[in-house]
Structure formats: structure tokens, C-alpha cells
């Protein structure tokens, strides 16, 4: 894309942003954010996708085609100084990853024809990452389908593309992106090896696609990513005292109209109420790291409770 389409196309999607906004704030829905660019990420992880963060590093993978690899990112000089490469694993469509604290789980989900049919995440103990050095470890996969997909027509415009990822004590979860109805399912599935039917357990609708997520167990806080198709607007949302049946995650939403044209991808927390973000590489600007703090939202949040 020249430089002229460039500048005409952001100044149009920057109107409807505006009147977007414009909508939106009538309903208190969307507060603006703007979060710190912590870094550019370096060209051998232009299109990371998953996040999460482990013995003082991030840990990032690219998606469709990339090599079956994690990769560890220095957060001082923030360059590739470990890769851990899956045994016998391609990298199909590799959408997110998140640990418990004990095990891996990389997602295999992407699905944006929603024909796939080997839907997968591979598992493999945490201890198995080696403190330095690069290293091939073995993987044991979780296959599964979701229970409410009976079609698998070859389609863009689907429900059943899956791109976030986050896990408890009591399973794993998994976000739909939701092309066709902008209402994202909320699925779950066993955290053990074998193949399974991934049962709905909750919708809401997303205002956007969700691309992202992660769970912080000591606070039971949730927190998910995306951009607002065709605006390319990225957006936040936090649920406190998550709940898998309740609490309706549209109510902490969070807008970064300053970010425009960023394709959030990935998120996770790295400290009490702290996060990081990365974006893969976009016709606008290369594969980047923000910083998240939302300290004094989680504070706002346990004063009010407090008062209740």
C-alpha cells in the first residue's frame, strides 16, 4: 500500500473511529486508554500471537506457518535469548499460550475458514524449560472439537475461529473471535491430554474480535484483548471476580483510539495488576510491545466493592 492510500485510509477509519466513540461514550461503555510502547519487537517474531511470562522472560510464538518455536524475550533489551522448539508439531495456526503455573498450553486453534477439523493444544510440563540454552522438548496434545459446530463449510464470515486462550484451576478456557455475530462463546475443556467436546458456557457480546487472554488467579481477575474489525481499533476488557457462568465482561472495557491500526494479539500478566501486550507487524507498523499497569483501576474497583 503506497503512502497516499496510507494517509487516505487512516484519516477515514480515524472518522469512524470518532463515531464510534462518539456512540459509545454516550453509554459510559468505552473509557479511552492509552498504554505505554514499550518496545519493537525484533523481525524473527513479526507475527507473535500468544503471550506469557516465565523465569523473568516473555514468552511469545508466531502464528499461521511459523515455525513450531517459543520464543524468550529479554525484557531489559527485549531480544530473542532462548528458543524452545515442540517435537513433531507443526505450527498450523498457533493463536495463544498460557501456563498454570505448572504446565504449557499452546493453542493450536486458528481457524479463520472455520473448516478445521484438527483442533489441538499441546501441552508439556513448565519444568521442562530450561533456565538458559535453547532446547527440544516432547509434547502431549488435547484435541477437541466445539460442541455447537455442525457446519464446516470453507467461509470467512464464521463463528468458530479461536484466537484467546486462558486457564484456572478448573479447566482450560477458550475465546471464539466471532467474524459473523460479534458475540464471543466462552468454551471449556480439561487440562489433561485426550480428545474432547469443548461445551459453551457462556456468550456476551464482544463489541469487536477478541484475539487474547489471560488469568490472574491471586486476584481472579481476567483480562482479554482485540480490535474492532474493519476500525482496527484496539480494546481491553477486565473482569473482576470472574465468574464462568456471570459477570458480563463488557462492563470494564478499555479503548486505545491513540493505537490505531495495531493488531493486538497477545496479553499476559507479568506482576500484580501489570501486563504486557504484543502486536504482530501491520501495514503500519512493525510487531510491538505495550505496557499495561491497571494498579489504580483494580484499587478504584476493591474501594467501591468495599463500600457495597
Not at 486508554?33 to 517474531?45: Q, R, S
Not at 515442540?86 to 505450527?91: G, P, T
Not at 488435547?142 to 464464521?158: G, L, P, T
Not at 480494546?235 to 457462568?245: A, G, K, N, P, T
Amino acid at each position: 500500500m503506497n503512502m497516499k492510500k496510507n494517509t487516505c485510509f487512516i484519516v477515514l477509519s480515524l472518522l469512524a473511529v470518532s463515531s464510534v466513540y462518539a456512540q459509545r461514550n454516550n453509554t459510559g461503555l468505552s473509557p479511552l486508554f492509552n498504554p505505554v510502547v514499550k518496545a519493537e519487537l525484533p523481525n524473527e517474531i513479526s507475527e507473535t500471537s500468544g503471550l506469557f511470562f516465565h523465569n523473568g522472560r516473555l514468552w511469545t510464538h508466531n502464528d499461521s506457518g511459523g515455525k513450531p518455536v517459543l520464543y524468550a524475550i529479554d525484557t531489559v533489551n527485549f531480544k530473542v535469548v532462548q528458543r524452545i522448539t515442540l517435537a513433531k508439531v507443526n505450527n498450523n495456526d498457533w493463536e495463544d499460550i498460557c501456563t498454570d503455573g505448572t504446565t504449557v498450553f499452546v493453542g493450536d486453534f486458528g481457524n479463520n475458514r472455520g473448516n478445521r477439523k484438527d483442533l489441538r493444544i499441546y501441552t508439556f510440563p513448565l519444568s521442562a524449560i530450561p533456565e538458559e540454552g535453547d532446547a527440544t522438548l516432547e509434547v502431549s496434545p488435547i484435541s477437541f472439537r466445539f460442541a455447537d459446530q455442525v457446519n464446516f463449510e470453507k467461509r470467512k464470515m464464521n463463528d468458530f475461529d479461536c484466537e484467546a486462550m486462558f486457564v484456572t484451576n478448573d479447566g482450560l478456557y477458550l475465546l471464539s473471535k466471532s467474524w459473523e455475530t460479534d458475540v464471543t462463546r466462552l468454551y471449556r475443556l480439561p487440562k489433561t491430554p485426550g480428545n474432547y467436546v469443548a461445551e459453551v458456557v457462556n456468550s456476551f457480546q464482544s463489541n469487536g474480535l477478541v484475539t487474547g487472554a489471560d488469568y490472574d488467579p491471586k486476584n481472579n481477575l481476567l483480562v482479554i484483548v482485540g480490535y474492532v474489525n474493519k476500525i482496527w481499533t484496539p480494546f481491553i476488557q477486565l473482569i473482576f471476580d470472574f465468574d464462568e457462568h456471570g459477570n458480563n465482561p463488557a462492563n470494564h472495557r478499555y479503548e486505545m483510539p491513540n493505537h490505531l491500526a495495531t493488531q493486538i494479539e497477545g496479553v499476559c500478566f507479568y506482576d500484580e495488576g501489570r501486563c504486557y501486550v504484543s502486536a504482530e507487524t501491520s501495514y503500519a507498523f512493525k510487531s510491538r510491545l505495550f505496557d499495561l499497569d491497571f494498579r489504580k483501576i483494580i484499587d478504584e474497583y476493591r474501594k467501591k466493592s468495599q463500600k457495597k
